[in-house]
């Protein structure tokens, strides 16, 4: 029995070694994507500064689009008012590092005209949702959290 668990044990070591030979040398990790998705505004200071936070976490190691629907789009207008609540940075700060850190920031272009607005009321740095950029930000899975 003994005998049969280290031959099979050996097996299996030289199945991993000869895959991680067949790998070509550099090869990229595909890393997973942070889809983060915020349909509320300044009537849910906590939830909005929350999934702002998490997007920033995230994007430390992983490529992160956050999308602002419904209420959402409200807090990235150039005249959004700063939200706070807690001890979260305030939206408009959150806003601009989220960009500093190279993360997509795009609002609803449906939930824009349903609000009487165009992309031109866009805070700077904030995208006109379009499906390319959802599929495209990321070569590997796509994670969603929403708030």
């Known amino acids: 029995m003994?005998?049969?668990r280290r031959f099979?044990?050996?097996a299996v070591a030289a199945a991993v070694l000869m895959m991680c030979a067949a790998m070509p040398?550099?090869?990229a990790?595909?890393?997973d994507g942070m889809f983060i998705h915020i349909s509320?505004?300044?009537d849910s200071a906590h939830r909005v500064l929350m999934a702002m936070n998490m997007a920033a976490m995230m994007a430390e190691d992983h490529p992160v689009l956050v999308y602002f629907d419904i209420k959402g789009i409200e807090v990235v207008l150039r005249d959004a008012k700063d939200i706070t609540y807690s001890h979260f940075p305030a939206s408009k700060q959150q806003l601009q590092n989220l960009?500093?850190?190279g993360v997509t920031v795009m609002a609803c272009p449906g939930c824009l005209k349903a609000a009487g607005k165009t992309a031109a009321d866009l805070a700077p740095g904030v995208k006109v949702a379009d499906k390319k950029t959802f599929?495209?930000?990321t070569e590997g899975r796509i994670i969603t959290l929403d708030y």
């Open 135 to 137: 599929f495209g930000f």
């Open 40 to 42: 509320h505004g300044a």
């Open 2 to 4: 003994a005998t049969m």
């Open 99 to 101: 960009l500093k850190k």
């Open 25 to 27: 040398a550099g090869a």
């Open 29 to 31: 990790e595909k890393r």
């Open 8 to 10: 099979l044990l050996a």
